[in-house]
């Protein structure tokens, strides 16, 4: 008898729901290309990962709840495009360091996961790792350059050198990072043949890894004929946007062997940086349906103090040439995720870890720029207001998680 009251007991004192979850995101706008919800639903979190998306869920299902009715709740951004290593032995990019740390550039703008493009090479991967990598808060994922000496000014002769791609060493550390790892870069080639393409492409069949092609220079050699003829499918051309690329046919709509590449595989991705992104090559190919496959920032210190700005500035500029915005956010998730081998990332789903953004978007009147002082408008503007990492809270713009401060018990430090 007494068994039975104390289970009586027990089963009213403690209804269902009780705070089975961690945290609940209720009454926002879900945006998940991947899975095709593009709808109101409440999203909930326990121990790192989503554990639940329904229309509704009570906010006392969960220890925390958050009303962000009015944005739009998405994959924790993906930027395959940032420079976030300098190397202290070989590189010295020239003017000073340009990479930028990763968390403080990342966090503020919604992204969870970034990929370096080639910053570092075979020889200083392992500081790289250990210095960098191994600290960030955000999700690093690397291209490793082709060139052992990995990244130094552009100008610089190191990533000119022919005899500094040893596929040995690097096929070593790959080996060795796989987990970080997921591709070749390849960068500002100044020289008129396709030696660093095809080395890197030799080290991508040989380690099973896509390439990523920084084009480098246009007026030496045929930018068609890398995409027709060394680039395979799943190989990423990163600067898109960069003129003069030949993109256009004499109609001024994309050339026809730019839409046979897209058919084949290759990938076309923003790389925006600090001088590759014109209107005048963007908005001729997304007007005419050819939407780039990831929005990208090509994130270092000149861009970030530069037109290019951050990520959700990238995305508004897609946003103004026409992109609709479940397609923006596509490019800024799940495609760039899936193209660095990494298609469990970039999506909203039971079971997914829980890397999210939370997004406002602002309507009324926005200039955007490209590098060559050009400008479209726009009438709306994509603004962070949330970044949740492995289902904590890293960022909170309007303080949505916090308590007013007289009421909420808090232990401030006594001394
Ligand atoms: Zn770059």
């Avoid at 994959?75 to 990763?102: E, K, M």
């Avoid at 963007?282 to 939407?291: D, L």
């Avoid at 800024?332 to 079971?351: D, K, M, R």
Wanted: negative net charge; hydrophobic residues 45%.
């Amino acid at each position: 008898m007494l068994r039975i009251l104390a289970a009586i007991f027990l089963a009213c004192a403690i209804p269902a729901h009780a705070q089975q979850y961690d945290l609940v995101l209720r009454n926002g706008h879900v945006i998940d290309p991947k899975n095709n919800i593009d709808a109101q639903r409440d999203v909930a979190i326990r121990d790192g990962k989503i554990a639940a998306i329904e229309p509704s869920i009570p906010a006392n299902a969960a220890k925390q709840s958050v009303d962000i009715f009015g944005l739009y709740l998405t994959p924790g951004l993906v930027d395959i495009h940032v420079h976030i290593f300098t190397g202290l032995r070989h590189n010295a990019w020239g003017n000073g360091d340009l990479s930028v740390p990763a968390d403080p550039f990342a966090i503020p703008n919604g992204v969870t996961t970034v990929a370096d493009a080639g910053s570092s090479g075979w020889r200083d991967f392992p500081e790289f790792r250990r210095r960098i990598i191994d600290n960030s808060r955000t999700r690093v994922f690397a291209f490793i350059n082709i060139i052992g000496s990995g990244m130094v000014n552009e100008d610089d002769v190191a990533e000119q050198n022919e005899h500094d791609m040893d596929l040995d060493a690097l096929s070593k550390i790959i080996e060795q990072n796989k987990d970080i790892i997921v591709g070749i870069k390849t960068a500002h080639w100044q020289q008129p043949n396709f030696i660093s393409v095809k080395k890197a492409v030799e080290a991508g069949n040989r380690n099973h890894l896509p390439v990523m092609v920084d084009f480098g220079w246009f007026d030496n050699k045929s930018y068609k004929e890398m995409v027709e003829t060394i680039l395979r499918p799943g190989d990423i051309s990163t600067h898109v946007f960069r003129m003069p690329a030949p993109l256009l046919g004499p109609d001024g709509k994309p050339a026809p062997y730019m839409l046979d590449a897209r058919k084949r595989g290759i990938k076309f991705d923003v790389g925006h940086g600090g001088g590759s992104f014109t209107f005048a090559l963007a908005e001729p190919m997304v007007v005419n349906g050819f939407f780039p496959d990831s929005i990208s920032t090509d994130l270092h210190v000149g861009s970030a103090t530069g037109v290019m700005l951050n990520l959700p500035n990238v995305m508004s500029k897609i946003l103004a040439l026409g992109v609709p915005l479940a397609e923006v956010i596509r490019e800024s998730t799940t495609n760039p995720a899936t193209e660095i081998g990494h298609p469990e990332l970039g999506q909203i789903a039971v079971g997914s870890v829980a890397d999210i953004a939370v997004l406002r978007v602002d309507h009324g009147n926005f200039g955007y720029a490209d590098l060559a002082g050009g400008k479209v408008n726009g009438t709306e503007r994509i603004v962070p207001e949330m970044t949740i990492r492995a289902g904590r809270v890293v960022f909170d713009l309007n303080a949505r998680t916090a308590v007013p401060w007289r009421e909420g018990h808090l232990k401030y430090a006594t001394r």
